[in-house]
């Protein structure tokens, strides 16, 4: 064929499916089952450079570190007192990572930064409850977060630990008795106790007879530092029968038992504090007795809780026994409440009104924990962009938008401040990009993060909350109230 014709053959073609392009319907043509898509002239002339994953979030990382100031007196220094206030201003107006905070009070944080702050200083721990469904597991996100946390204003260990872990963690290795029963309040995992004395994890394992717990900290290349050791170790006990008894056991070192000689219902601790730091320990049970909640810490510092519940939307905290649940709180210095939930409920929204009863029933539960416990401040995370078969294509799930939205209205109509991880992710179709990206940030089932991609998610809450502890030093170095 001759170069003219050649040429003339190439441009009939390309006008062809230039006509393709216009006239094929929109939706796309129905075969059985399946639908016969095409695409628009747009979407084939436009060749504009994307950006990847990796790209969208550095940008947006550098928009929070680009004047994150060190705990200094000189942080005045860098920038004049009215360009550093338009920064933090802009910041919580616009900045898609900022937390949204009730009556748009810039200060919300303060009271939990100052006793991060002087935990140490005071020789005391603080507790950051990090509650969540599956997108937390194995102390994904939590992790990373805690880490950071620690390194910042100190502390060790995992935190609070469940009398039987069924999920494999990255923070510690765990084992307990087959005689143990556990129950939990919320989940996939669901077995429902006859009681509603779940206590500060919603769940619960009862002991009965002789039974044990071991628990030995990881030493992998991906377990966080502060994980290692740890020196002081609390066991949160439920209903008991008299005499229950707890033996704290320790390579080479005598074993220490600790006694309730009375029956009880209402919550109680038993504490060990060690003379030296140890990565490993055993309780012996003998007796019958609930036990809620295990609490691993340094000796001061911050402790943040990975508290996973697969499967739930988060609406189970008004069923729990205060009496369970307001003591351990207190006993753990509880300063901060993550509730990252949302994601379990999308498949089962279908309209508005479903939207407006799960935003009613998340309002609940905020307001019930702060009634419960008014001194922690709380902050409602979204879920994540999913993706399912919409018309054949992968499309962000329908009404995840708009719950995300029915959330934030939850959390600040209550008083409690808001993070939208859905907007931090890059929004609508935005997990596509995740799964996509080489590694992969997200998992194949186009819902969940692989462990590279939770650990950006974990940086990029932690330094938007580092935005607010910044804002605080700032105004303390000009004397601003």
């Not at 944080?109 to 194995?138: M, P, R």
């Not at 100190?154 to 009398?163: I, M």
Request: aromatic content about 8%; charged content about 20%.
């Amino acid at each position: 064929m001759k170069a003219d014709k050649t040429l003339l053959f190439i441009l009939l073609v390309i006008a062809l499916l230039a006509l393709l392009c216009i006239v094929f319907p929109e939706k796309g043509i129905a075969f059985g089952s399946r639908r016969l898509f095409f695409p628009t002239l747009e979407e084939v002339m436009v060749r504009e450079k994307s950006r990847s994953v990796v790209e969208k979030m550095e940008e947006l990382r550098e928009s929070l570190r680009m004047q994150i100031f060190q705990d200094s007196v000189s942080t005045a220094n860098f920038l004049t007192r009215n360009d550093s206030l338009l920064f933090y201003t802009r910041f919580a107006i616009e900045n898609p990572a900022r937390i949204h905070l009730p009556g748009d009070d810039l200060t919300f944080l303060d009271s939990l930064f100052e006793k991060l702050s002087n935990c140490k200083a005071n020789n005391e721990i603080v507790h950051i409850l990090h509650y969540g469904d599956s997108q937390i597991e194995g102390d994904r996100i939590t992790g990373f977060i805690r880490q950071n946390l620690q390194e910042k204003f100190g502390g060790n260990g995992p935190g609070l630990l469940p009398a039987v872990q069924i999920i494999p963690s990255t923070a510690v290795n765990q084992s307990a008795s087959e005689s143990m029963e556990r129950y939990t309040i919320s989940g996939n995992f669901t077995n429902k106790a006859a009681h509603n004395r779940y206590g500060i994890l919603g769940q619960v394992s009862q002991v009965s007879g002789q039974s044990m717990l071991s628990v030995r900290s990881r030493n992998t290349k991906t377990t966080y530092k502060n994980l290692e050791n740890f020196s002081k170790i609390r066991l949160f006990v439920g209903r008991n029968e008299p005499g229950f008894q707890a033996t704290l056991m320790l390579p080479k070192e005598q074993a220490v038992t600790q006694s309730l000689k009375k029956s009880g219902v209402r919550t109680r601790v038993l504490t060990w504090d060690l003379k030296n730091p140890v990565k490993q320990f055993s309780l012996q049970f003998s007796g019958s007795a609930e036990i809620t909640a295990i609490a691993v810490d340094g000796e001061n510092g911050v402790a943040v809780d990975n508290i996973p519940l697969r499967g739930s939307s988060g609406t189970f905290f008004s069923v729990i026994d205060t009496n369970s649940l307001v003591p351990a709180m207190k006993e753990l210095n509880t300063q901060l409440i993550l509730l990252e939930f949302g994601g379990n409920m999308l498949p089962s929204i279908k309209n508005i009104k479903n939207i407006a009863t799960y935003k009613k029933e998340m309002s609940k539960q905020i307001v019930h924990l702060q009634n419960s416990y008014p001194k922690a401040k709380i902050i409602l995370i979204g879920p994540a962009d999913m993706s399912v078969k919409v018309d054949g294509h992968l499309e962000t799930i329908p009404f995840l938008a708009e719950t995300v939205q029915g959330m934030k209205e939850a959390a600040l109509e209550n008083g409690a401040a808001f993070w939208n991880m859905y907007e931090v992710m890059g929004g609508k179709n935005s997990m596509i990009e995740w799964v996509r990206n080489k590694p992969a940030l997200a998992a194949s089932d186009y819902t969940h993060f692989t462990p590279r991609g939770a650990e950006r998610i974990g940086e990029m809450f932690y330094e938007s909350l580092m935005i607010y502890y910044d804002f605080i030093i700032f105004r303390k170095n000009l004397n601003i109230k």
